[in-house]
């Protein structure tokens, strides 16, 4: 009679906690540790269960903590990954600076002597100056060039910059999921522990049998072991946050935001994402300045099958000696002065094969422009997909799976403390709550990813507003 009479009152309750009119979900704990006492229905917000912790604290500072702009800002500045890409545009620079330069002229010294061939006193000397001239405007056309390729280097920093952002946010949505799950492992651990002693209160009272204070020890040192296995995967996770932004492994790093504080909401629709997309993605400004800098290499390779030119001009100043005469040895002077140009011939090379190459490097850089316009248009549309979902799942967690399962697990630990369930009962309860609690982060965690996807798509350089 006893039994059902328990049975009976935690029906009852179960009842009173399903049907409360606040529609709250209820604080995880117990009370009465004495035999027959009555069970505190005190009400208390679900969110109690994310409250801080020593651990958590020394993870999280909601005041002065960084927050995923913050480390933006800063790994574009530290990382050095783009510290590198820098660099490369101060070489496309560099290649810009020499492409203007012209060619530089030569200075010739020539000297004749007849002293080591039985002629001497016979002896010419030449100065001579030669002047390369570029035909066909090569000039230009290799400074077209290295402009391209130096806007190719700036577009490919820029979409270096975008994937870092996008990494750095996924990066941080991990850890933001991880202290989360730690969090509420952490207070869930907490609130075992309390209810041990309740159960060690009923087996010294004989209320309870051994055996169901062993299996709740059990659960305590399972949580206790999940509790160190996620700690680990945070270190992990904001050490990779670390790397990415470019801060010293020592260096304190305490996260701000959370999960539910959610990045601002995209545009309105698919279609206006993918035309922002369009004109704002650098690694499509950058196929397309791929294929101008193919055909600025077309175009110079043009130029290159000109003709080459050399205007020379030469000074000889010579003496010749003639010893055979009737009136005995002569002497003769001359001073010269030569100019003229020198052309080379295209007979045999045109620069066929560089021409030919630059041709297929066209058609090549115009596919590969066409295969990332066509990316762009699926990744915008895949984020807004996975937006979508997980909005629309975070409503249905919200409404009908965390409150439900918060209630149910409080009002059967209400229950056991009656007598009228199993410790087994209420540790399934207990896993299928926390089972809820992970999927609940996990949706959390792909709606973050997904909006920080989303303005990855379209372009947006947020670390740079």
């Known amino acids: 009679m006893l039994h059902r009479e328990r049975r ?31 069970p505190d229905l005190e009400k208390i917000d679900e969110p109690e269960l994310l409250t801080a912790t020593p651990t958590i ?34 070489r496309a620079r560099a290649r810009l600076t020499q492409a203007r330069l012209r060619p530089n002229p030569a200075l010739d010294f020539e000297q004749t002597t007849g002293k080591f061939t039985g002629s001497k006193g016979e002896r010419t000397t030449a100065i001579g100056f030669s002047l390369p001239l570029e035909l066909g405007g090569k000039r230009q056309k290799r400074i077209d060039l290295a402009q391209a390729e130096m ?7 820029a979409e270096r910059e975008r994937l870092l952002m996008k990494d750095i946010r996924a990066a941080y949505a991990d850890a933001l999921a991880l202290i989360r799950e730690l969090q509420i492992t952490e207070n869930i651990n907490s609130i075992d522990r309390q209810a041990a002693k309740v159960i060690e209160a009923r087996v010294s009272e004989g209320d309870s049998s051994l055996l169901e204070f062993n299996l709740f020890g059990v659960e305590i040192e399972r949580l206790k072991s999940r509790r160190v296995l996620l700690e680990g995967r945070l270190q992990a996770a904001l050490l990779k ?49 791929v294929e101008a800098v193919a055909l600025a290499g077309f175009t110079l390779a043009k130029a290159q099958s000109f003709p080459d030119l050399i205007a020379f001009s ?12 009737p ?33 297929i490097a066209i058609r090549q850089a115009v596919r590969r422009r066409e295969f990332i316009e066509a990316a762009v248009r699926s990744e915008v549309a895949q984020a807004y997909a996975r937006y979508d979902a997980a909005t629309n799942a975070l409503a249905t967690f919200e409404k009908g799976v965390i409150e439900r399962s918060t209630r149910n697990l409080i009002a059967v630990k209400k229950a056991y403390e009656l007598g009228a369930f199993r410790v087994s009962e209420l540790l399934i309860e207990q896993r299928k709550f926390l089972d809820s609690q992970r ?27």
Do not use: W
């Not at 996260?255 to 959610?262: P, Y």
């Not at 995209?266 to 499509?284: G, M, T, Y």
């Open 314 to 325: 030469k000074y000889s100043q010579g003496t010749a000696v003639f010893d055979r005469t």
């Open 57 to 90: 604290s020394r993870f999280v500072d909601s005041a002065q903590g960084a927050s995923s702009i913050d480390l933006i800002r800063r790994a574009l500045g530290s990382n050095a990954e783009l510290q590198a890409s820098r660099l490369e545009t101060e």
């Open 327 to 359: 009136v005995g040895i002569l002497r003769d002077s001359d001073k010269l002065f030569t100019f003229g140009v020198s052309i080379s011939l295209p007979f045999f090379n045109r620069n066929q094969g560089a021409k030919a190459e630059a041709q």
């Open 151 to 157: 806007a190719v280097a700036e577009a490919l920093l």
């Open 8 to 38: 009976v009152l935690a029906l009852l309750l179960i009842a009173m906690c399903a049907f409360a009119s606040s529609g709250r979900a209820q604080h995880l704990t117990i009370t009465g540790a004495a035999k027959g006492a009555t």
């Open 439 to 465: 999927e609940f982060i996990d949706t959390l965690a792909e709606r973050y990813r997904a909006l920080a996807d989303i303005q990855a798509a379209m372009g947006f350089n947020t670390g740079k507003q």
């Open 241 to 289: 946050l670390k790397t990415l932004v470019g801060i010293s492994p020592l260096e304190t790093l305490k996260l701000r935001e959370d999960l539910t504080n959610k990045l601002p909401d995209p545009v309105a629709s698919v279609a206006e994402a993918i035309d922002l997309a369009l004109q704002n993605r650098p690694d499509l400004k950058y196929a397309k300045l």
